[in-house]
């Protein structure tokens, strides 16, 4: 396991118990380099969705966990935020919660001439990814020729 894969499970790991004691879900941890900084996120919801001030108490008992077991290699900034409307499916909830509505995905490349295709989430195994299109056919796609998948926003 890498360092950034240890650091995102351990974090999330630690977060869990503050995210249940607010009745919070835990969406995704990650951490990445941008610019010259390193972020540790953690992006989390609950229903009827995330204020600022849920983001803030989640810091505020998590910063101190963070403070004393010091177990990332340098410095970096931790931020607590909503997923917001486009996040990624990555997890099995959120595939059941999209279940029956509609997603985009876009793929690595060309699947009879478009990477980009929109549906009804019909199912999904841990391999692949079955819509329903718009013209009423399904598509089963590979997980790893998915770059992105999330529900469709209409504007």
Same mark, same amino acid.
């Given at each position: ?29 990650? !951490? ?9 996120? +953690? ?5 009827? *969705?995330? &204020?600022?001030?849920?983001?803030? +108490?989640? +810091? ?15 410095? $970096? &900034? ?5 997923? *917001?409307?486009?996040?990624? @499916?990555?997890?099995?909830?959120? $595939? @059941?919660?999209?279940? *029956? ?6 793929? $690595? ?9 929109? *549906?009804?989430?019909?199912? !999904?195994?841990?391999? &692949? ?10 598509? &089963? ?10 529900? +469709?926003?209409?504007?």
């Amino acid at each position: 396991m890498s360092k950034k894969e240890t650091y995102e499970k351990q974090t999330e790991q630690l977060l869990l118990p503050i995210l249940e004691k607010l009745q919070f879900e835990c969406i995704d941890v990650e !951490y990445v380099k941008e610019g010259n900084t390193w972020f540790l996120r +953690a992006y989390i919801d609950k229903e009827g *969705g995330i &204020t600022v001030n849920d983001c803030e +108490a989640v +810091a505020r008992e998590m910063n101190p966990i963070l403070d004393e077991l010091d177990y990332i290699e340098g410095s $970096y &900034t931790f931020e607590v935020s909503s997923p *917001g409307l486009g996040r990624p @499916l990555k997890k099995e909830k959120d $595939y @059941l919660r999209n279940m *029956g509505k509609d997603v985009e995905i876009r793929t $690595y490349r060309p699947i009879a001439h478009k990477k980009e295709f929109y *549906g009804q989430l019909q199912s !999904y195994t841990d391999q &692949t990814v079955t819509i329903l299109t718009e013209e009423d056919s399904e598509m &089963t796609f590979e997980k790893s020729d998915i770059a992105l998948i999330r529900q +469709a926003l209409d504007f």
